[in-house]
């Protein structure tokens, strides 16, 4: 996950991840014509509509397998870096739901989350390589 894991596990990872990734992007490009041609509704659209959730379902699973194989180095220094990241997007997420509820800003949608612990992620993987 560091981008240097050239083990079996880091390619296993890596593979996962491209391939629950590429069922995330499918769905949603699935479910945004689905909605703009107006001739799916009901079940099929729900249906549709949580193909990426199930996806995001998948690699978190890939996830939690990579970390689960790592070695204690990585799995900590992973473990940290998700932490940071769950908590800041927790972060985002609180201060822009009191922005909505009190001073009538609108604010990301949820599925945003996912996205932006990510981002975070990938920010704090950074800088922490260039700080260590």
């Known amino acids: 996950m560091n981008g240097r894991d050239a083990t079996a ?5 890596a593979r996962g991840t491209m391939l ?3 069922l ?12 703009r041609s107006g001739n799916v509704h009901g079940a099929a659209l729900v249906a549709l509509a949580l193909v ?6 998948g690699q978190i699973g890939v996830t939690l397998n990579y970390l689960h194989k ?12 998700l932490i940071i990241a769950s908590m800041g ?3 985002i997420f609180t201060v822009w739901g009191f922005l909505e ?7 990301p949608a949820a599925w945003a989350a ?15 390589r260039f700080t260590q």
């Open 24 to 35: 995330y992007v499918l769905g949603i490009l699935a479910a945004s014509l689905a909605v």
């Open 89 to 91: 997007t927790l972060a």
């Open 52 to 57: 990426p959730g199930i996806a995001i379902l």
């Open 101 to 107: 509820t009190f001073a009538g800003v609108e604010g």
């Open 20 to 22: 629950t990734m590429g």
């Open 9 to 13: 596990n880091g390619r296993s990872y």
């Open 114 to 128: 996912y996205c932006i612990m990510w981002g975070l992620f990938g920010v704090i993987s950074c800088v922490e």
């Open 70 to 81: 790592a070695d204690e180095f990585l799995k900590a220094m992973t473990a940290r870096r």
